[in-house]
């Protein structure tokens, strides 16, 4: 059964920092594009960032441009995103997804780590 798997989430102040981790489960992700998402209690998912399979282009949401920052380590097989300066908005369960370079859709999710920030 293919699946990710998150780690690193927590309980952090604002300002803080935290690296969320994801590694696949019963396959290799070495050549598709990766994502983190994030939903907030009563709120819809949301992306937050994307990294292409290659490493050489990255997106971000407005909201954490300039405090995020996704990357991979191939020889791993694992996909990360560096919080900086961490917000009380940011709280959230953060989900790691993967699809191929040719799809639309994200078709391969995790389960979600939990990121609380205090104020």
């Known amino acids: 059964q293919v699946q990710l798997v998150e780690s690193g989430g927590g309980l952090v102040q604002a300002g803080d920092s935290l690296r969320l981790s994801c590694a696949p489960s019963?396959?290799?992700?070495?050549?598709?594009?990766m994502a983190w998402f994030r939903q907030a209690p009563g709120k819809e998912r949301e992306f937050v960032s994307s990294?292409?399979?290659?490493?050489?282009?990255?997106v971000y949401a407005d909201s954490v441009k300039g405090r995020f920052t996704i990357s991979t380590d191939n020889y791993k097989n694992t996909v990360y995103l560096q919080m900086n300066s961490l917000r009380p908005e940011d709280t959230a369960t953060y989900y790691c997804?993967?699809?191929?370079?040719?799809?639309?859709?994200?078709?391969?999710w995790g389960q979600g780590t939990q990121v609380t920030v205090s104020s």
């Open positions: 019963g396959r290799t992700f070495r050549n598709y594009d």
């Open positions: 990294i292409s399979w290659s490493g050489a282009s990255t």
């Open positions: 997804a993967a699809k191929t370079s040719t799809a639309t859709g994200w078709k391969y």
